[in-house]
């Protein structure tokens, strides 16, 4: 019975793993962090009086951190190669 409810819970436990893998890669999160880190350079901007087209560049560090994690992808496969 015990050894039973241990594999159970592991399998639980591994259902949550791999969800938290995908949720990590998703696109659905890469999105949401660019919309959200685009939204607060904005307000930032605004309420350090930014007056240089804010909205334009606002877009310099969502463009960071796409271009980060596009790159980091290929950096991990190549590194993954090696170990």
Do not use: Q
């Not at 087209?53 to 991990?76: D, E």
């Amino acid at each position: 019975m015990n050894l039973e409810k241990e594999i159970l819970e592991i399998k639980e436990r591994n259902k949550k793993v791999e969800l938290d893998k995908t949720w990590e890669t998703s696109k659905t999160r890469k999105i949401c962090i660019m919309i959200l880190t685009y939204i607060i350079v904005v307000i930032y901007s605004i309420l350090i009086k930014n007056t240089n087209n804010i909205y334009l560049s606002s877009l310099v560090p969502v463009i960071g951190f796409t271009l980060s994690t596009l790159s980091l992808k290929a950096i991990r496969n190549i590194w993954e190669k090696h170990i």
